[in-house]
């Protein structure tokens, strides 16, 4: 892709990261960066594809570090972050006025999953690739994010399911550490699926392990996984020298594990709030 063919793609990308980050500046910045890293990727498969994933995961990464760095300033909740008017009007149209607010209080993978599904209207099979993550984590956090963003209190129900979830994965990783395969194919669903991402598999992971047993057999290797919130809900994540390097992110249903994410991407796990529990 040539500078005039990237021009086309300019004002798509500029859309989507003006309203994720909510700053017309900070999006200018993200997608002249994109277009510098494509420069020196060179050929690939998909530009427009590849452009948007990236785009995607540097807002996420801002939207960390915009996190971090308020966390950092204040210990108490700060004003909404300046919004370029012009992009504030634009996200204002599509989704509702003062949400900018609402969005500012979500978490990075919240807010990417909601703008692009409620906003662009992308399939969440495409947001999922973008975001380096499953179609069932995509849903769950494009769900969340509208609750929050409709302000709808979150239900006894809620709260009960993720509760029983961090036992069960709490369950799951003693059974793991203690090398106690039958408890751990006890609370694993009988069609249980461990997906790794690419980094995980250069790691020595398998691109997928179908079914209890493998996902048993895999996992009972992983014993330096230790519990951790990801993305708010209950998952496990394996550090070195306090950097998380793999984060497993856990979809529990009925009281069962029904699926395992294996992530290892560095650009993924940038764009996650992981935070290892205790």
């Keep these: 892709m040539d500078a005039s063919d990237f021009e086309v793609q300019r004002p798509r990308l500029l859309a989507i990261a003006t ?14 960066e994109a277009w510098l890293r494509l420069a020196r990727t060179g050929t ?12 995607t995961r540097l807002c996420l990464d801002a939207l960390r570090r915009r996190r971090t760095r308020s966390e950092y300033e204040a210990s108490v909740p700060a004003d909404p972050l300046p919004v370029d008017p012009e992009a504030d009007a634009l996200l204002a149209e599509r989704v509702g006025g003062a949400v900018q607010v609402v969005l500012d209080a979500l978490a990075p993978a919240e807010r990417a999953a909601f703008v692009l599904h409620d906003v662009f209207g992308y399939p969440f099979d495409d947001i999922a690739v973008w975001l380096g993550r499953s179609g069932t984590a995509v849903r769950k956090l494009a769900s969340r994010a509208r609750s929050k963003v409709r302000g709808s209190p979150e239900v006894a129900a809620e709260r009960a399911a993720r509760a029983e979830s961090r036992r069960v994965v709490d369950a799951f990783l003693a059974a793991a550490r203690g090398g106690e395969v039958p408890a751990l194919l006890a609370l694993l669903a009988p069609g249980a699926v461990m997906h790794a991402d690419p980094a995980g598999r250069r790691m020595g992971a398998e691109p997928v392990y179908d079914g209890a047993a493998a ?36 979809h529990v249903r009925d009281g069962l594990v029904r699926e395992i994410e294996l992530i290892a991407d560095p650009d993924v796990l940038a764009g996650m709030d992981v935070v290892p529990a205790g």
Aim: glycine letters at 12%; a negative charge; zero cysteines.
């Design 19 to 32: 309203r994720v980050l909510g700053s017309a500046a900070d999006a200018d910045e993200v997608v002249q």
């Design 44 to 55: 690939v498969d998909d530009p427009p594809a590849w452009l948007t994933t990236v785009v």
């Design 215 to 250: 996902v048993a057999a895999r996992f009972g290797n992983a014993r330096g996984a230790a519990p951790a919130t990801i993305d708010g809900e209950a998952g496990a994540a394996w550090t070195v020298g306090g950097a998380v390097r793999v984060a497993f992110a856990f």
